[in-house]
């Protein structure tokens, strides 16, 4: 018998829908989901291979205590006892749990719940800190809430898209997809991109603008002025202070737009052009992602964007608004339920601790921010933090200076990791290793980047002793004496507990509210079609043989209210800094680490499928031929990468794609697929002051033959 199940692609921030279909041999296969409101039946060469990565081929499938197998008894009584005592003993601030975006929202909420209204620690942090902090802190301050006000449809109606720091034909593939289309049907439509590097998605532009590393900032500080010189006016909180922050470019109108193109690096002529445009099209969408947001100044840089679109009105309209494109297919889910240290539940801060603590009836809270990614690790080194629990993530690989984290984990006394994976660099290290349900055997929702909730679910039954996330928890937190809090009959009744939470005690101030959806029944909750939120009021979400039209609200802040105190939403005058290590003599390089096209994260399922592993083999490190004629550096050659931090072997491309003084290295090969390749040992842990997002995009390098 053959059977098709409506599921989500587990890969980026679109989220597309796919279909499964199990043949009667078990073969599975995928196709882009044509009723998915987001991908509209297109996929990428990641998702179109999905079906390559489903074999159990290496998959950790019973659990292990001390390296040896172990029953699931066994383990869970050692991590519940292993986090009971160790709390009992220093207290709650010594446990840690580090997540990931690539958790359903139903395992977040669990992780989440368990910590800040159980244990009364907020230490849970998420590898979305290294991805996307930069736009939740920013989005505070703008809006008052971590809002995203735009949606894919809003691409498509642009008469102009700018992409900042977004190498999105490679990283988000299929809202390029949408992009191009909408561009050949009306040529007249434009696309300007904002990256130092030239990059696939720069090869389309209309216009590129390569500007130097780690000056966004300055640029949008640049067009504010001109803005501003150019007839717009705003009466928002921060408007008046913000325009007089920007700088050099005040002067633009007089003729100086020559300052703020030699301050960012391009050239003045094409500065112009981009300033004009925007001042001159209604419909503006700015898109950014990583190169903004992974910087020492991430959280500055995204409000600058924002304020241009603040002081031309162009927000809360179709085709118009700043628009963060997040990296994992459910980093805006675990942001909603409180996956960072800097939130609490349901896009409540720690003033509204006693909310979430009435509607838990918990015996604790967390009332204040716990520790960031990288603060973490180091709170594990020094031994502050005693016992940590990672899920989902394999942060010896991805964390910057990441044989500083190995070394903390080597002598942190309890390390639990909950993974699908027999061995990963993080999964080596663990005292407990819990074997968690891959991509097709999970049941649960996500949220996409344009706030789609999608339903994932599952097509093949979970292997040996493999269980779900949320399950995993719940019967850790049951074993530490929570039992009232976690009795669940399964996803469907902890994703109700979470729209109820969205909804409670909120009288419209805040923007996330699922109360639509509080009440969802089994049936309705397995036929959930995509859905935006907010969802305040209770529709039909079932039909029969389809998914229905979707809910939800498209057009976010259209009648100029936002979820601040008074109401309205804040420019925040903000002034453009350096990267926090600038080049050197012993390092006079930039080096930018990012994704490639066919690879996600640490590879532990693209690296299953030949055809995606064909398009780039080998790990490599991109420089300019005038940087490796100055260095002796040979195109196909091997060079080794040096930093401050650590080092990394990597194959030489030489292409003028580069800018010269920068080097772009992929972040994902490790030392199970390559030797010394492992980049993040080499990467920068400088972090954002407000959002404590890494800078992965500027780390001072030097290059030599190896
Ligand atoms: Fe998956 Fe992203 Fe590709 Fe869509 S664009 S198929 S979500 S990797």
Redesign the pocket.
């Known amino acids: 018998m053959t059977t098709t199940t409506q599921t989500?692609?587990?890969?980026?921030?679109?989220?597309?829908g796919?279909t499964a279909t199990l043949d009667g041999d078990n073969a599975v296969s995928i196709a882009?989901d044509g009723q998915h409101p987001s991908?509209k039946g297109?996929?990428?060469?990641?998702?179109?291979a999905l079906a390559d990565t489903v074999d159990l081929g290496g998959r950790l499938l019973h659990p292990r205590v001390d390296g040896v197998r172990a029953d699931w008894d066994t383990a869970l009584a050692r991590v519940a006892s292993g986090f009971a005592d160790t709390i009992a003993e220093h207290g709650p601030d010594a446990v840690a749990f580090y997540v990931s975006g690539q958790l359903l929202t139903e395992d977040y909420y669990i992780a989440n719940k368990l910590m800040k209204g159980y244990i009364g620690s907020a230490n849970i942090d998420t590898n979305s800190r290294l991805c996307m902090s930069s736009a939740v802190a920013g989005h505070k301050r703008a809006f008052g809430e971590d809002v995203v006000p735009g949606c894919y449809d809003d691409l498509e109606a642009a008469d102009l898209v700018v992409l900042v720091g977004s190498n999105t034909a490679w990283c988000?593939?299929?809202?390029y997809q949408r992009l191009m289309a909408a561009r050949e049907a009306d040529p007249n439509k434009k696309l300007v991109v904002i990256d130092p590097r030239r990059t696939a998605t720069a090869d389309t532009a209309d216009l590129h603008l390569p500007l130097a590393p780690g000056t966004d900032v300055a640029l949008f500080n640049g067009l504010l002025a001109y803005l501003a010189n150019n007839g717009f006016t705003t009466d928002l909180p921060g408007g008046a202070e913000a325009i007089a922050a920007a700088g050099p470019g005040r002067d633009i109108q007089g003729g100086d737009i020559a300052t703020v193109a030699e301050a960012v690096g391009v050239d003045d002529a094409d500065l112009q052009t981009f300033f004009e445009w925007f001042a001159a099209t209604e419909r503006t969408v700015t898109v950014f992602s990583q190169g903004v947001n992974q910087s020492s100044a991430g959280t500055d840089k995204v409000n600058a964007i924002i304020n241009c679109h603040l002081l031309t009105e162009r927000i809360g309209k179709p085709g118009a608004c700043p628009f963060s494109i997040t990296g994992q297919?459910n980093a805006m889910g675990g942001r909603e339920v409180g996956g960072l240290s800097s939130t609490l539940a349901a896009h409540m801060g720690f003033d509204q601790a006693d909310t979430v603590q009435r509607f838990w009836d918990s015996p604790a809270i967390a009332r204040e921010p716990g520790l960031k990614a990288l603060e973490l690790f180091e709170a594990i080194e020094a031994g502050q933090v005693k016992a940590v629990w990672i899920m989902a993530t394999n942060p010896l690989v991805s964390l910057p200076d990441a044989d500083r984290a190995k070394a903390a984990l080597e002598q942190c006394p309890l390390v639990v990791v909950s993974d699908v994976m027999r061995h990963t660099d993080t999964a080596d290290l663990a005292d407990v290793l819990l074997p968690a349900a891959a991509w097709a055997e999970k049941t649960g929702t996500v949220t996409?980047s344009e706030r789609m909730i999608s339903r994932q679910r599952a097509f093949l039954p979970m292997p040996g002793q493999a269980r779900a996330d949320w399950a995993i928890m719940c019967d850790v937190a049951q074993r530490m004496g929570f039992a009232d809090g976690f009795v669940y009959e399964g996803p469907a009744a902890i994703f109700r507990e979470h729209a109820a939470l969205t909804a409670f005690e909120n009288d419209g101030d805040r923007v996330l509210n699922l109360a639509g959806l509080a009440d969802l029944s089994e049936a309705d909750y397995d036929y959930l079609a995509p859905t935006r939120w907010p969802v305040t009021t209770c529709q039909p979400l079932r039909a029969a043989g389809a998914m229905p039209a979707r809910q939800g609200v498209d057009q976010l802040f259209a009648d100029g209210t936002y979820p601040t105190a008074d109401g309205q939403a804040h420019l925040v005058a903000v002034t453009p800094r350096g990267p926090a290590n600038a080049v050197s003599a012993d390092y006079p390089l930039a080096l930018n680490t990012g994704r490639i096209r066919d690879h996600?994260h640490t590879m532990t399922r693209t690296a299953k499928s030949p055809r995606l592993a064909a398009h780039i083999p080998e790990p490599f490190v991109e420089i300019h031929p005038a940087d490796a004629e100055l260095y002796g550096i040979t195109d196909g050659a091997l060079a080794t990468i040096t930093t401050a931090w650590g080092q990394a072997a990597l194959r030489v491309i030489t292409t003028e794609r580069q800018r010269q003084g920068c080097l772009f290295a992929p972040m994902h090969w490790n030392d199970q697929f390559a030797s010394s390749a492992r980049i993040g040992t080499a990467a920068n842990p400088a972090v954002c002051p407000i959002s404590g997002e890494p800078e992965f995009k500027h780390t001072p390098a030097a290059i030599a033959p190896l």
């Open positions: 989500t692609c587990p890969y980026c921030g679109v989220g597309c796919v882009g991908n297109s996929l990428c060469s990641k998702g179109t988000h593939p299929v809202v297919p996409n996600w």
